[in-house]
Nanobody
Framework: QVQLVESGGGSVQSGGSLRLSCVTS????????MAWFRQAPGKEREGVAA???????RYADSVLGRFTISQVNAEKTLYLQMDSLEPEDTAIYYC???????????????????WGLGTQVTVTS
């Protein structure tokens, strides 16, 4: 059974940083693409950042230049480094994985079939 377990969320002041982690139950190389999504109260889930097996990344415009996605295969872990956090970044952050995702679908929740349970990020002003 595939498991994706997120951690690293918490509460931080505006301008601060957090690093989220997502540990997979199997080899991370099995996934063609992994991504981070977030969902704020009353809003739809949205794509934040994605990375494919070739290391190609894609970011939402709202986080470009502030967030960095990476993965360490030996640790079976996906990371999201979040800097210059803003109150608008407050949400539950989810890790997702899939065998193959087209470029156009990298930030679309419907492209991914495997999900973690999420970790809460709260940014206060």
């Amino acid at each position: 059974q595939v498991q994706l377990v997120e951690s690293g969320g918490g509460s931080v002041q505006s301008g601060g940083s957090l690093r989220l982690s997502c540990v997979t139950s199997g080899d991370i190389e099995r996934w063609g693409c992994m991504a981070w999504f977030r969902q704020a109260p009353g809003k739809e889930r949205e794509g934040v950042a994605a990375i494919d097996s070739a290391g190609i990344t894609r970011y939402a415009d709202s986080v470009l230049g502030r967030f960095t996605i990476s993965q360490v295969n030996a640790e079976k872990t996906l990371y999201l480094q979040m800097d210059s956090l803003e109150p608008e970044d407050t949400a539950i952050y989810y890790c997702a994985a899939e065998s193959f995702v087209s470029w156009w679908g990298l930030l679309r929740p419907s492209s991914f079939g495997f999900w973690g349970l999420g970790t809460q990020v709260t940014v206060t002003s």
